[in-house]
C-alpha cells in the first residue's frame, strides 16, 4: 500500500516539476526579449 502512495506522489510531484519548469522557461524567454 505504501508503494502506491510513493507512485501517486512520484507522479503529482513529476507534473508539478514539469509544469514549473515550463513557467520558468516563459519567464526567462520573457526576459531576454525584455532586456534585448
Keep these: 500500500m ?5 507512485l501517486v506522489f512520484l507522479a503529482l510531484g513529476g507534473s508539478g ?3 514549473s519548469v515550463k513557467v520558468i522557461n516563459q519567464g526567462n524567454e520573457a526576459l531576454v526579449e525584455t532586456l534585448g
Design 2 to 6: 505504501e508503494q502506491f502512495f510513493l
Design 17 to 19: 516539476l514539469a509544469g
